[in-house]
Each structure stands twice: as structure tokens, then as C-alpha cells.
């Protein structure tokens, strides 16, 4: 993997330049022919119209716009062999394909690469990203709590997706469902809101400060409430800071509570997760008490196209109770897939059919990319990868915390709390106004824009595979010398 990162010639713009996205959009055809143009001339369409006008994310480390992440040379490659076999992966026939056999063991090795033993994560499958993953976690979640709620109240075996959320909460004696966060991602709003739990379920339970970390007693005071079920989401590394929610003995302090209250525990941690490929040493501790106990919690979200740093689309959902998930998601009465038999027939030990424990029934092939990768970097190689990123990040952190034009967010901050995320602003209100346009406008590298404090703040995210430290710090220093002053 270092070799192959060392080698690698990246492109020196980040951006397409605005004559080629121009001219990309002067020529998108957008009238379907009668008679097609045929694959000579789509071929030249595709590649001296449009690839000119695409951004160069995966062409370049010297993106640190959202966690985009990249694509490996093997995941790249195996994506190609997933297209051109084009698998359904809805169910598994053993003497048809391997491919849910593969796609299996891609999920084990995913297992065994953040230190979770695959026997105590039944129900784990590939989703599309990180959303997809919190829309698996909030509806095994909302099983659970009604479940455990009408066992409570009288014994009554009630199930939501049976019954449907309105029915279930009346015969569980359930008034309320809220979902208990501290700074939880935009997308567990857009799953709280798609399993009909509803935006405004989210609550926070966040100490006020810029931590980042759970208030115990208002997340206890919301537990006990009455006739209500929660959901605990915890944000394992948070998008804007990169910080972790949970430290020290927190997770096994919340498992204690949600286990009191018959609450569910969902991490999101859609990049957070591979900070445990990282060794235990003093300069990771604060990261590897982030990403610790996280086998105490009910269901994970993970994201592939992220740090993993296979091809879009790609994320993964693990959960402890495959018996939930395969009730939430079953595909009943369809007789012409028999998934269930054609799963326990097989001579190997049965895997559930993909198509009852996850949203889709016909799926991409988004696990070879996982299982070539996995295997040609190794535990090794990931770890290699990520201790690169986490080091370009803190060395612009320095950099940006030693600058005498710039400062380090939050404040205070400290480098050793640095993952993959560096946010900060300009001193100066009338640079730092524009400070993200400065960036970007000299497209050696790229930045996203948000907010800190009710400014306007910049923030990279490092997250390509073929991150080099000090290569890549030159061009940083080289521009954020002129666009911060
Ligand atoms: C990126 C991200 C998501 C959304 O992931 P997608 O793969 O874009 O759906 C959710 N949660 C967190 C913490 C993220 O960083």
C-alpha cells in the first residue's frame, strides 16, 4: 500500500476548471435518441466531455472536502470484476453463485479488522452509506424498545413491524419515542424522520460545552420518563470536530442505563470506527478511548466509501440481534425467491439471505470491493493508512495552531484530540469571511466551509489512502500562508 501511495502522481488541480465543466455542460445530451449514438462515440462523450468536468477527489490527496475517502487500487479493481458479473446478492444460493458466501466473508474480515468477534454480530450486511446504516439501526431500535416495552407492561409479544408504530405503541403502552444524542449527524434526523419516528424525536442530551460528550443526568431524566421508549444514538467521531462521544467507562455507564430503562444503543460511527485499526500508544489514546467498548452497544453504523476507501456506494450496519432484523425485514410470501431454503439447505453453515436483514432485496456486488481490499492491505496496511492520515491532520493542526494569522477549533483544542478532522478559522473577521473561497480558489487543495460559533469556519477532512505527510504538507503550508494573511 506505501508503495503503491508513493508512486502515485496526483493531479496538481483539485477541481476541474470551470471552461471544462462549461463545456461539459454545452455537450450533455439531453434528448434520448431514436437511433443510438453507439459505444465508439458514447466512449469519446464519456471521457473527453465529462471526466474533464468531474472533481478530482479520488485523482488527488489534496482533497479535504467532505470524508470523501477514495477508492484503493484493489477495491477499484475488484469493482470492476462486481460490474462486469453483475450480481444480485438478494439471496443466498449456494450452488448457484458465491457470491453471498464472499460477500460473507468480506463482512467477517470487516469484523476481525475493528476487533469485534463475527459470531456476536449475526446480523450484519452492506448498505449503501452511513444513512442507509442509521435507517437499519433506528428500525431495529424502534422493535426493540416497543418489544421490551410491552413485555414490561404485560407480556404481550408486540412488534412494530407487524403491527405498525401507531398500533404497537397503543398495546405497548407507549406514548412517546425519542431518539437521545448529543451531536448527532443531519442524516439520523433523515432516518428518524424515514422509520416514522419523526425529526423532531432527536433530543439532545449533550453537555453544553464544545466537548461533545453526553450530560448523564439529562439522558437519565429522559430515560425514566414515563410511557416513553429511547433510542440512544451515539456520534462516534463527529463531522464537524472529529470528537467521540463516549471516553473511559461512558459506554458501559450507558449499556447500564439503556439496559434499565429497556433503551436500544445505536453508534454512529460512519468514519469514527477505524480508529480502532490504530495501536494502543500514547498518542492515540484519546482515539482509541473513543472508539472503546463499542461492543456494548446494540447496532453500529459504518461507512465503506469513507475511511475504508472503497468505491461508492458502500456502508455497513453490524447488530447483536439478527433475530430483530430479520422481523423488521423479511421479505414475506414471495414464493418464487424460498430464501429461507435455499439458505438452509446448503451444506455450509446457513447466512442469512441479504435480502431479509437489510433495506434492498436486488443488491450490487459492494462487498468485493470490501473483500479485495481487506485482503490485499491487511490489518496492516489499514493501520499504516490510517496512522498517515491521522498525522497529516495533526501536522496541519500544528501548523494552523502555531500560525499567527489562523487558530485551532474548538478552542483549546489540542492536538492530541486530533483524528482526521481539523476545523479553523481566520483571526482576521474580514479574511475569514472569505477564507474558504481563498482555499479552494488556488484549487491546490480543498476545503469545506461550515460553521463554528456562529462564524463562518473552515474544516479539513483528511481521508485518501495515498496520503503522504510531508508531501502533502508543503502544498498546505504554501497556501494556507497566502490565503490566511
Ligand atoms: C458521512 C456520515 C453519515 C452519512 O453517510 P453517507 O454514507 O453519506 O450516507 C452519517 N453519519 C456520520 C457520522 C457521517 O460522518
Known amino acids: 500500500m506505501d508503495a503503491e501511495a508513493k508512486s502515485f502522481h496526483a493531479v496538481t488541480e483539485v477541481l476541474p476548471s470551470p471552461e471544462n465543466i462549461q463545456h461539459a455542460r454545452s455537450q450533455l445530451i439531453k434528448t434520448l435518441p431514436g437511433k443510438g449514438s453507439g459505444l465508439d462515440q458514447i466512449q469519446k462523450h464519456l471521457q473527453n466531455d465529462l471526466v474533464p468536468a468531474f472533481d478530482r477527489h479520488n485523482k488527488t490527496p489534496n482533497y479535504y472536502g467532505f470524508v470523501t475517502g477514495g477508492t484503493t487500487p484493489a477495491s477499484l479493481l475488484a469493482d470492476h470484476i462486481a460490474v462486469d458479473n453483475d450480481q444480485s446478492l438478494m439471496v443466498h444460493l449456494p450452488k448457484d453463485s458465491i457470491s453471498v458466501e464472499a460477500e460473507d466473508c468480506a463482512l467477517r474480515m470487516l469484523c476481525q479488522l475493528l476487533d469485534f468477534e463475527p459470531e456476536r454480530w449475526p446480523h450484519r450486511t452492506f448498505t449503501t452509506g452511513a444513512t442507509a446504516s442509521n435507517v437499519l439501526g433506528l428500525a431495529c431500535g424502534r422493535e426493540y424498545v416497543i418489544r421490551r416495552a410491552a413485555e414490561v407492561n404485560g407480556g404481550e409479544v408486540v412488534s412494530v413491524a407487524d403491527y405498525g408504530l401507531p398500533e404497537a405503541m397503543r398495546r405497548a403502552g407507549i406514548e412517546n419515542m425519542q431518539i437521545l444524542s448529543e451531536v448527532p449527524h443531519s442524516s439520523l434526523r433523515k432516518a428518524a424522520s424515514i422509520v416514522g419516528l419523526g425529526r423532531a424525536s432527536v433530543r439532545n442530551v449533550g453537555l453544553a460545552n464544545a466537548a461533545h460528550r453526553f450530560d448523564f443526568e439529562a439522558l437519565e431524566a ?157 490489518r496492516n496496511g489499514y493501520r499504516d493508512m490510517m496512522e498517515r492520515q491521522i498525522s497529516l491532520a495533526r501536522a496541519i493542526a500544528k501548523y494552523i495552531d502555531n500560525s499567527v494569522h489562523c487558530e485551532l477549533l474548538p478552542k483549546g483544542n489540542s492536538i492530541d484530540n486530533i483524528y482526521i478532522i481539523v476545523l479553523f478559522q481566520a483571526k482576521d473577521e474580514n479574511i475569514n469571511d472569505e477564507l474558504v473561497q481563498r482555499i479552494n480558489a488556488t484549487r491546490k487543495i480543498y476545503v469545506s466551509g461550515t460553521q463554528w460559533d456562529g462564524r463562518p469556519a473552515a474544516r479539513f477532512a483528511v481521508a485518501s489512502w495515498q496520503v503522504q505527510v510531508e508531501r502533502e504538507m508543503a502544498t498546505i503550508k504554501e497556501v494556507l500562508e497566502s490565503a490566511c494573511t
Open 222 to 378: 429522559a430515560l425514566e420518563e414515563p410511557r416513553t421508549a429511547s433510542i440512544v444514538s451515539i456520534s462516534c467521531s463527529e463531522i464537524n470536530t472529529g470528537f467521540f462521544a463516549t471516553s473511559g467507562d461512558d459506554m458501559q455507564r450507558i449499556r447500564q442505563l439503556c439496559d434499565q430503562y429497556g433503551a436500544w444503543i445505536h453508534v454512529d460511527a460512519a468514519f469514527g470506527l477505524l480508529a480502532r485499526v490504530l495501536p494502543q500508544t500514547p498518542e492515540y489514546e484519546v482515539l482509541t478511548q473513543g472508539v472503546k467498548d463499542l461492543h456494548l452497544a446494540d447496532s453500529i453504523t459504518g461507512d465503506g466509501h469513507k475511511l475504508l476507501n472503497v468505491p461508492y456506494d458502500c456502508g455497513f450496519f453490524f447488530s447483536r440481534h439478527l433475530d430483530l432484523g430479520t422481523a423488521v425485514f423479511q421479505n414475506t410470501n414471495a414464493a418464487y425467491i424460498n430464501s429461507n431454503a435455499a439458505a438452509t439447505s446448503s451444506g455450509t453453515p446457513s447466512i442469512p439471505s441479504p435480502l431479509n436483514i437489510g433495506i434492498e432485496n436486488s443488491r450490487r456486488f459492494r462487498a468485493l470491493p470490501v473483500y479485495a481490499s481487506l485482503t490485499a492491505y491487511g
